[in-house]
Nanobody, 111 residues
Framework: QVQLVESGGGLVQPGGSLRLSCAASGIFFSDNVVRWYRQAPGGKREWVGFIMPGGFTRYGDSMKGRFTISRDNAKNTVYLQMNSLKPEDTAVYYC?????WGQGTQVTGSS
């Protein structure tokens, strides 16, 4: 019933930018906290940040100043803008709302 679909990942050089999208069906982002996570190869799932229904956002320490989460309620889509990407940002990025998760989108920061 509820589906989340991440998109926008890809290969980017260090220092570059990507904007990830998370589109939902069966649930409204405007009524819920939306969280972003990432998981590097062989690593544990790491919290990236969240956006509250009122628009308040918070980020993990390594993301502060580089990543920005935003929301378009009309499109029922949440975005993760990633700037100044580093090789260590390489991971599969997931959005999550309540107990639901998307399939993830691969981000690779490589020269």
């Amino acid at each position: 019933q509820v589906q989340l679909v991440e998109s926008g990942g890809g290969l980017v050089q260090p220092g570059g930018s990507l904007r990830l999208s998370c589109a939902a069906s069966g649930i409204f982002f405007s009524d819920n906290v939306v969280r972003w996570y990432r998981q590097a190869p062989g690593g544990k799932r790491e919290w990236v940040g969240f956006i509250m229904p009122g628009g308040f956002t918070r980020y993990g320490d390594s993301m502060k100043g580089r990543f920005t989460i935003s929301r378009d309620n009309a499109k029922n889509t949440v975005y993760l803008q990633m700037n100044s990407l580093k090789p260590e940002d390489t991971a599969v990025y997931y959005c999550s709302i309540e107990a639901y998760w998307g399939q993830g989108t691969q981000v690779t920061g490589s020269s």
